[in-house]
């Protein structure tokens, strides 16, 4: 028995189209060719003012009191209508007297049928008004409670500084020279702390550059403990990496203790050298490390003294789950901080390692 082929009504085509699109439950328009409205669905009708009854057979632009009236809007359609181009999320502001601007997003497209003679056009219609001032609202916060935490760091820095001058003052007073020496590091931590609020409040967001923020970090350390430039030098050296503000703080201290640390240690009686801070990152792998070329991790285990600038990088290290490694550098003395996420296998390697054997 041969199939039956089905046959076309016009008429039920678009009744059953119109019907789809006045019960839609989001905003629908179905246009004809010269952009007259044949159907708006209930949700269109009720979101923007429009008489449902009264809008088939209306042009587009003659709904409402001609909020729809745009010439960005007719421009688009008409690319559309011809065949160019097809609107997709193209955002506009509907405007109407009496009532705040609307942010639409608005999506129509050329319908494709088999009366190709009658042109129509389907638009879909999104509110997004109050998602986009949601939106601003957040950025608006985010941009206040970042500048609020810039004026704290600022504050907490010069109070820091404060701190330091008093404590300089009771080391040059004080008559014990192991008091004066506890008054004066804890005077280059002070100090070193507040360098880094001062740098983290001057970087506007929370994403640090590494190779910068050591840079300055490291030139406040020098000018706070090194006396004469030409007998020792601290630089920085490495690609240096970009981190958020949290990471940035352990790192910073980190460096500021083992710093401090090699220059109080590695130069005794007036010895020239050199302290170098160097950062490598590849990829979520990283080894920061601070070396210098003095006189060296000592010889006998008994009179290695484990202070607390080591307790607090040992600490802060796990903080960021990273390991602490002391070793010899010929000369001088070098500890990497290492973090490993992953293991990096070049591309190559890897093709090879999952290739089987000829």
């Not at 979101?47 to 709904?63: M, V």
């Not at 080391?171 to 931590?189: G, I, N, V, Y």
Request: glycine share 6%; proline share 4%; charged share 20%.
């Amino acid at each position: 028995m041969a199939a039956q082929t089905p046959t076309y009504s016009e008429e039920a085509a678009l009744s059953l189209t119109l019907a789809i699109v006045v019960s839609s439950p989001g905003p629908l328009l179905l246009l004809d060719g010269d952009l007259n409205v044949l159907a708006a669905s209930a949700s269109f009708s009720e979101a923007f003012g429009i008489d449902a009854e009264n809008a088939p057979g209306r042009q587009l632009s003659h709904l409402g009191v001609g909020e729809w009236d745009t010439p960005q809007l007719r421009s688009l359609l008409d690319a559309t209508r011809s065949g160019s181009a097809k609107i997709a999320a193209y955002e506009m502001d509907l405007g109407r007297p009496g009532q705040g601007a609307r942010r639409l997003i608005i999506n129509a497209q050329r319908l494709v049928y088999l009366d190709e003679e009658n042109l129509r056009l389907l638009i879909a219609v999104t509110d997004v008004t109050e998602a986009r001032a949601d939106a601003q609202l957040k950025d608006d916060a985010l941009r206040q409670n970042l500048i609020l935490l810039r004026e704290v760091r600022h504050r907490v820095a010069n109070s820091l500084q404060i701190i330091a001058s008093v404590l300089l003052q009771n080391a040059k007073k004080t008559q014990s020279d192991e008091t004066r020496s506890h008054l004066k590091d804890a005077h280059h931590r002070v100090m070193s702390i507040a360098a880094l609020e001062r740098q983290l409040a001057g970087s506007g967001d929370r994403a640090v550059e590494l190779h910068t923020y050591f840079t300055n970090l490291c030139e406040s350390i020098a000018a706070s403990m090194i006396g004469d430039a030409e007998q020792i030098s601290l630089v920085v050296t490495g690609s240096g990496g970009v981190v958020d503000d949290r990471v940035s703080v352990s790192l910073g201290l980190i460096v500021t203790e083992l710093v401090i640390n090699a220059l109080k240690h590695a130069f005794p009686h007036g010895r020239h050298g050199k302290v170098t801070v160097d950062c490598q990152f590849h990829g979520p792998n990283w080894v920061l490390s601070v070396s210098d070329d003095g006189v060296g991790m000592p010889t006998n285990p008994a009179d290695i003294h484990v202070g607390l600038g080591t307790s607090i990088v040992q600490a802060l290290a796990a903080q960021l789950q990273a390991t602490v490694v002391n070793e010899p550098a010929y000369p001088g003395t070098r500890v990497a901080i290492a973090h490993t996420q992953i293991a990096l296998v070049d591309d190559a390697d890897a093709e090879a390692v999952e290739r089987p054997a000829a």
